[in-house]
């Protein structure tokens, strides 16, 4: 990818209701991403020299269910897809409830850093975000902010993972956002999310932005 093409991002949903015209509409004012946004049943239906085309993979969904398991044929595919995930230098994000999606898979909690993914939810929390690391890309240029969102109350990413954005509230993991390594894939997983009091949100966006950014270097 040269400096004057756009960044091609698969952004992938499923199995969560979220908040479409207004979730869209955070990619829209980002001029260097080129977003594609599909459920996952087409996201794994794809071939794999088009899912290794995308520079950068958000994931929004919301499976429980382990691949391999699955009940649906249109479903098959998803464990030879996802599995396919960090073979090739593309990056990864995880956005919000993405971090709980297959809960009982390794694979899953290998990309996000988090083994055991058990939570507790509470929606409408004032979120004050600390800024852990600020000479990072994500967060350069960001300072402490508060806004309003579902946090999760569960284990906090652990060995192998650099912290960048941080919370005191007790009704939330302290580890808001965090970056590591998978196989030749960046990850960058980022708890917030929730609906549009965080979309709309300034430096919730620019978290977004510059995390996708990131991983496409």
């Known amino acids: 990818m040269t400096n004057s093409e756009k960044i091609r991002t698969a952004v992938v949903t499923g199995r969560h209701p979220y908040d479409v015209p207004n979730f869209y509409a955070i990619f829209k004012t980002m001029p260097k991403i080129d977003f594609y946004p599909q459920h996952m049943e087409d996201f794994i239906s794809d071939s794999v020299n088009t899912r290794d085309q995308y520079d950068v993979i958000v994931f929004y969904n919301f499976h429980q269910e382990t691949p391999g398991n699955e009940q649906n044929w249109w479903d098959k595919g998803m464990k030879d897809a996802l599995e396919h995930l960090g073979e090739k230098k593309q990056g990864i994000l995880l956005l919000h409830h993405a971090i709980l999606a297959f809960p009982k898979w390794d694979v899953w909690a290998n990309i996000c850093g988090i083994q055991d993914r058990k939570f507790s939810f509470y929606i409408g929390e004032k979120v004050k975000t600390q800024i852990a690391k600020s000479n990072h890309p994500i967060t350069n240029g960001l300072s402490d902010w508060e806004m309003v969102d579902e946090t999760y109350l569960m284990n906090d990413a652990q060995e192998g993972c650099e912290i960048l954005l941080t919370t005191d509230n ?11 390594q998978y196989k030749n894939s960046k990850v960058f997983c980022y708890q917030c999310g929730h609906d549009n009091l965080a979309y709309s949100d300034p430096n919730f966006r620019k978290v977004l932005e510059n995390g996708i950014i990131w991983l496409a270097e």
């Open 170 to 180: 007790s009704k939330s993991m302290k580890t808001l956002a965090w970056t590591r």
